[in-house]
């Protein structure tokens, strides 16, 4: 009989965001006229620029001509989207070149497939965060150590309490779920210590675009050294609209070498052997949307996510929730009142309020007592959303 991986035994049957999903359903098949406002899922609702999509139209139209048609894209990006990305990262002061960059089709898949580059290690990630992390991990056999991020130490992980050993170490900035953003200072002690201990950051920036002061660090490439310790991944899924189009970017930049093996040449083997590119159309868009005009486009959708995060904390906290958010996320993180359960407060939400969020449990054992709403609703399902909340006893 063939061996399976065994591993998926181990880990929950259903994904967190599969399992609300369900929840939701069948709550809805009893429930016919509910009206459920989705707080849940981190997905983006504005459609896209008008410019972004002329961009795209004028793309596909290439498609329809003899001396413009393209084939197979170049498996790690084309050329201009490499050179606008590179641009992107000069206004933060962080030079890059073409071989740095590989275009992909998305952040998830990144920051899972990276672990092709390794062999069973042990993993530090954060408590909580993103759960791709933790399942893609324990798929692959690996040891993990959880770090938690909590009230106490105002949901920053700093690696103090880590032995001086090598680690693969998933950090997030801004945070999926807490909002959570690195200052320099605080970035810095995890390069430093990575440098020490010859670990290997992944760091996964899918949010950068949402982060208002420049003083903190959009890039871990702001801080220095670490060109020789981490791979950074980003997306255009939530700055750009791209949740369903598909286009990010990963630096695994040249200098970045365990023993005297070049991590950049193998993740461009991987890259070539198991992933054929990103469509030129996505990838126009993408370039556009990377461009000073057309980063202003994104901008405005981005300000209304943010104006629906900060309707959402204001209500919460006017109902005596205490929320932790920075400004710099999508995602609203509080502390469920009356100490219940994620879960039990999903539940009443759900129930009371007819409204769904995701269960700070969902996210590692840390967000247990905790919650996460999405701010990429539409506005008038946030200011319906913040009337039941208020109407609500809780
Ligand atoms: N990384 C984080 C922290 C996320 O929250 C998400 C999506 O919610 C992703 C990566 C996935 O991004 P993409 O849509 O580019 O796969």
Redesign the pocket.
């Known amino acids: 009989m063939l061996k399976i991986n065994k591993n998926y035994q181990k880990i929950k049957k259903n994904y967190i965001f599969t399992e609300i999903s369900n929840k939701k359903d069948k709550y809805l098949k009893e429930n016919q006229k509910a009206k459920i406002i989705d707080l849940g899922i981190?997905d983006v609702t504005l459609p896209l620029g008008k410019n972004l999509v002329k961009v795209m139209e004028k793309a596909l139209a290439e498609q329809a001509h003899r001396s413009t048609f393209k084939g197979y894209p170049p498996e790690n990006g084309y050329d201009f989207l490499k050179d606008q990305i590179i641009k992107y990262y000069k206004r933060r002061n962080v030079e890059l070149n073409r071989k740095d960059v590989f275009v992909s089709n998305?952040?998830?898949?990144d920051?899972t497939n990276i672990l092709d580059l390794f062999n069973k290690n042990t993993t530090v990630i954060a408590n909580p965060t993103?759960p791709?992390y933790f399942d893609s991990n324990f798929l692959q056999g690996n040891s993990i150590i959880l770090e938690s991020a909590s009230v106490q130490n105002d949901f920053v992980l700093n690696p103090k309490n880590l032995n001086k050993k090598s680690y693969l170490i998933y950090l997030?900035s801004p945070n999926?779920p807490t909002g959570t953003v690195f200052s320099k200072n605080q970035l810095k002690q995890w390069v430093d210590f990575a440098l020490k201990t010859k670990s290997i950051i992944i760091f996964?920036c899918?949010?950068e675009s949402f982060i208002d002061d420049v003083k903190l660090p959009h890039f871990i490439y702001e801080i220095p050294g670490a060109k020789n310790c981490a791979v950074e991944i980003a997306?255009f899924?939530k700055m750009a609209g791209f949740?369903n189009l598909r286009c990010?970017w990963t630096v695994v930049p040249t200098e970045l070498k365990i023993g005297n093996q070049s991590l950049n040449n193998m993740w461009e083997r991987r890259q070539c052997t198991k992933f054929n590119g990103v469509p030129y159309l996505v990838q126009k868009g993408a370039e556009y949307a990377l461009s000073e005009e057309g980063f202003k486009e994104c901008k405005k959708n981005i300000d209304y996510y943010k104006k629906n995060l900060k309707m959402l904390l204001k209500n919460l906290k006017e109902v005596g929730i205490e929320t932790y958010s920075s400004q710099h996320t999508p995602y609203v993180w509080f502390k469920c009142p009356n100490k219940y359960t994620s879960w039990e407060f999903f539940d009443i939400l759900l129930t009371q309020c007819q409204i769904v969020g995701i269960p700070g449990v969902g996210f590692g054992s840390a967000g247990e007592g905790f919650f996460r709403f999405s701010a990429f609703g539409r506005r008038k399902d946030i200011i319906e959303a913040c009337k039941r909340l208020k109407k609500a006893h809780l």
């Open positions: 981190g998305g952040a998830c898949c920051v993103y791709a997030c999926n996964d899918a949010y997306s899924s949740t990010s």
